[in-house]
């Protein structure tokens, strides 16, 4: 509908350009192959246009065609519009207003969100990292991380409702990495990786979790679209409304 909507604004534009050139009309036939060119008025009969003169022509051609597209495209926006007025695709959901033991005996079309989610937590198990340091903080949802600051990660996805697992594990190419986090945009039901980076102030661990970002894109999980990252250092905290910004853009 977007681009539809574009191209009608475009061609608006074109047809206002010729607004006020008079209503002739370029007929074409063939005489042994080559084109003749003529140009007609409402008035008048139509009259030979001359080959060194066909460029003259060119603006009324070019006028017919933006006015005949202006048409289709003002046709197909209403065509759309009603469509979406009738367009509703949460009837596919149906499934979910069914009685618990209604939904046990059928296999859906589309999964719930529930059902999806459900699936997806157990494809993506968590806490899989033998790290032996043990997490000090605890999160609303009742797991142990690591830092404060992967406490309010988990806590902000747990408030938008996002599905997340907390250091799954995950190949990439010969190495096996385990991410702060998995997370779930739910709507588009695409998995994303997220990484905190804690001290990004130490050149060292700095260097270190730019090895580990690199990896990540040489495996096809490119930053900004299959992963999210978040950093702090010593100076400067995790910023919590960048944390819930990065959610809404990313996840929701």
Avoid: C
């Avoid at 409402?42 to 022509?57: C, E, G, L, Q, S």
């Avoid at 529930?114 to 990292?129: D, I, M, S, V």
């Avoid at 990660?153 to 747990?158: R, T, V």
């Amino acid at each position: 509908m977007l681009e539809v909507q574009e191209l009608l604004k475009k061609s608006n534009r074109n047809v206002a350009r010729y607004k006020d050139l008079p209503n002739s009309h370029v007929y074409i036939s063939y005489s042994n192959g080559s084109p003749q060119y003529y140009l007609k008025s409402a008035d008048k009969p139509r009259h030979y246009v001359k080959r060194k003169d066909v460029r003259n022509i060119a603006k009324y051609a070019q006028r017919d065609y933006e006015n005949e597209m202006n048409k289709q495209l003002v046709f197909l926006e209403k065509k759309l519009t009603h469509f979406l007025d009738w367009y509703d695709i949460e009837k596919i959901k149906e499934y979910d207003n069914y009685s618990p033991a209604k939904r046990a005996l059928i296999k859906p079309l589309v999964p719930s969100d529930y059902l999806f989610a459900e699936e997806w937590y157990k494809e993506h198990p968590g806490q899989r990292n033998s790290y032996p340091e043990e997490g000090m903080y605890q999160t609303n949802r009742g797991e142990m991380v690591r830092s404060k600051s992967e406490k309010i990660i988990a806590d902000a996805l747990a408030k938008y409702g996002v599905p997340y697992q907390y250091e799954p594990v995950l190949e990439l190419g010969y190495n096996t990495v385990y991410p702060d986090f998995a997370v779930l945009n739910l709507r588009t039901r695409k998995t994303l990786y997220w990484e905190h980076l804690g001290i990004v102030s130490d050149m060292e661990y700095a260097t270190k979790n730019f090895i580990k970002i690199q990896n990540y894109e040489k495996n096809g999980y490119l930053l900004g679209k299959d992963l999210i990252t978040t950093m702090e250092s010593t100076d400067l905290p995790i910023d919590i409304k960048l944390v819930e910004q990065k959610i809404r853009e990313f996840l929701l």
